[in-house]
């Protein structure tokens, strides 16, 4: 049977990733024919996904910026099977994002039921053996050759790609991983076989907030200063973290599509210390909320160095100075994509 044969679209816009020792090796990787198949790609590939920022690190192995080395690895072999296979850098994004979902970037030895792996499938699902599942180049391989067959993915979105594919309980889970998907791919994509470049044809920045909402959003904010903290509170009389911001975006005519201070760095495209801007978020208390891991508190930068704030139980929503060089914060900035327009 004939390989998958891809035709490239034209690049407008690329981010150079440069050459690295391969951590997937070049032998390792055994073209897998994929059936009678041949696809454009779009003129567009990155359409309706956010930007990746530029010198972003995606981890450094040691499990407190990112991903672990671990992960770093299983991302690797992902995006590397990708691109032995000629897939699109958008479906390389929905692997990723499956693989986040489904896994953590983990290669787990258990899972519901009989899923185990990066991507949870199962045996008795006829996805291969075990030892074949627990193999992350198989499971990458074979992960790709369902994503190819689905009709029209590279027009869904990433989330219902994925979904597509793994046939999940839970069909909007892939969602909340996209952006930190995008950072990975264009973070390792040159780390893996060789060099290569990153194609962001199409895709929106992340700095494309609607224009005179960020200001807007925090004047609003800025005007609960005083009012009582109160934990599940979105206001107007009274506010918990992440509540604030939902309602200075709602006060802006905008519906941010997630709640909790998790759920915001889900989505939130990373910013480097020191380049964050007024309207970004800034996450702190990591890992301290039982059952939720990810920051526990969530602040707003009004201007650099200063930030809004509904702090806790029995301290008012109010204005302080921060300093990332004495406190443990990590920057955010929320795409467009999680604005929806209010009627």
């Known amino acids: 049977m004939p390989a998958l044969v891809m035709t490239a679209s034209p690049v407008r816009r690329r981010i150079a990733a440069a050459a690295a020792a391969a951590t997937v090796g070049a032998g ?55 691109q032995k296979l000629r897939v699109p850098l958008r479906g390389q994004i929905v692997a990723i994002a499956a693989a986040l979902q489904e896994s953590g970037l983990q290669n ?33 391989r074979t992960f790709y050759q369902h994503l190819v067959r689905v009709r029209g993915w590279e027009a869904m979105s990433i989330n219902d790609a994925a979904q597509a594919v793994e046939r999940s309980g839970f069909p909007d889970a892939y969602a909340k991983h996209e952006t930190r998907a995008v950072q990975i791919v264009a973070g390792l994509a040159g780390s893996t076989d060789g060099a290569t470049q990153v194609d962001t044809t199409g895709c929106t920045a992340v700095t494309d907030t609607p224009s005179g909402a960020t200001q807007t959003a925090l004047r609003a904010m800025l005007q609960q200063v005083g009012k009582p903290y109160e934990w599940g509170a ?45 309207g970004d978020l800034i996450f702190t208390e ?58």
């Not at 972003?56 to 992960?71: A, R, Y």
């Not at 650099?304 to 990332?324: I, Q, S």
């Open 28 to 82: 390792a990787l055994a073209v897998v024919m994929l059936g009678s198949l041949t696809m454009s790609a779009a003129s567009a590939p990155m359409a309706g996904v956010s930007c990746p920022v530029a010198d972003v690190p995606v981890g450094d192995g040691d499990g407190t910026t990112g991903l672990k080395s671990d992960q770093i690895r299983n991302a690797q072999v992902i995006i590397g099977v990708g």
């Open 108 to 140: 787990l030895g258990h899972g519901d039921r009989d899923s185990l792996g990066l991507f949870q499938m199962r045996p008795s699902q006829g996805w291969g053996t075990r030892s074949q599942i627990m193999d992350p180049q198989y499971a990458a």
């Open 234 to 278: 979105t206001g107007p009389d009274s506010f918990d973290c992440s509540g604030l911001i939902v309602y200075g975006w709602r006060q802006a005519g905008y519906q941010l599509k997630v709640r909790t201070s998790q759920q915001m760095y889900d989505i939130a495209t990373p910013v480097r210390r020191g380049e964050e801007k007024p």
């Open 286 to 343: 990591m890992d301290k909320q039982a059952g939720a891991p990810g920051p526990a508190h969530v602040l707003i930068v009004v201007t650099p160095g200063m930030a809004v704030e509904a702090p806790r139980t029995g301290l008012d929503v109010r204005v302080r100075k921060y300093n990332p060089d004495t406190e443990t914060m990590k920057f955010g900035r929320l795409p467009t994509s999680s604005l929806g327009r209010l009627a």
